[in-house]
């Protein structure tokens, strides 16, 4: 498809277990964000790709949360020993090179909804 | 660092009305603001962007936007709003690493 794809659309899972979100960004797209939507807190940034740069990590919550970007293209957010706070919809955008930076407009996925229970 | 405040959670009106949902941003570096919408059950789609140029911004739907430097704010309006209207639209601002979002603005439309 020609938007941005995130897998699994739900996912459920136990206190403690640990949980891969995966997107696929639109193709030529070399800027990728996470962030966490929760009720009422708007758009929490979590980390941000650019190419082959260093990511900025600057916005995850503690060290149980992680992302990859393999070969520049799709992403993978791990969220260790998840608690119960750890529930909420993450969302993946991806934009043309320069992103923020330079204005560029962000392209969301429909996210994927984690429910820790 | 940036930082962007949307100043009303909720803001109900009635069809036909006009909107204005509030939005000021901080930054230290040059600004690029948008707004976002977020119908029920969708993603998030651009509303518009102010990059550069011409302060009052057009957007797709009706809506416009002003960007007023010395205020540093960037509010939304739309001078007669539909019931489809109705949806959660989200402030950003750009021009450091990433796009910081504020805490999102619930318009609801009513009949």
């Known amino acids: 498809g020609a938007g941005v794809s995130q897998s699994p659309s739900n996912k459920v899972t136990e206190k403690g277990k640990d949980v891969e979100l995966r997107c696929d960004p639109i193709?030529?797209?070399?800027?990728l964000y996470w962030y966490r939507q929760s009720l009422g807190q708007g758009l929490e940034f979590l980390i941000y790709f650019q190419g082959n740069s260093a990511p900025d990590k600057s916005g995850l919550p503690s060290d149980r949360f992680s992302a990859e970007r393999t070969g520049g293209s799709v992403s993978t957010l791990t969220i260790q020993r998840t608690q119960q706070e750890d529930s909420a919809v993450y969302l993946c955008?991806?934009?043309?090179?320069?992103?923020?930076?330079?204005?560029?407009?962000?392209?969301f996925g429909q996210g994927t909804r984690l429910t820790v229970v | 660092a940036q930082s962007v405040t949307q100043l009303d959670s909720q803001v109900p009106v009635f069809e036909e009305a006009p909107v204005e949902l509030r939005c000021n941003y901080s930054s230290s570096v040059s600004v690029y603001l948008f707004w976002y919408v977020q119908y029920p059950n969708q993603g998030l789609q651009l509303l518009l962007k102010?990059?550069?140029?011409?302060?009052l911004v057009k957007g797709i739907n009706g809506f416009e936007a002003e960007f007023n430097k010395s205020q540093t704010s960037f509010h939304l309006r739309k001078p007669s709003v539909h019931i489809s209207d109705t949806a959660e639209y989200f402030c950003a601002c750009g021009g450091g690493t990433a796009l910081i979002f504020g805490k999102g603005t619930t318009l609801s439309v009513s009949s």
């Open positions: 955008a991806s934009s043309l090179a320069g992103g923020a930076r330079t204005g560029t407009e962000a392209f």
């Open positions: 193709s030529g797209h070399t800027a």
């Open positions: 102010y990059l550069s140029g011409s302060t």
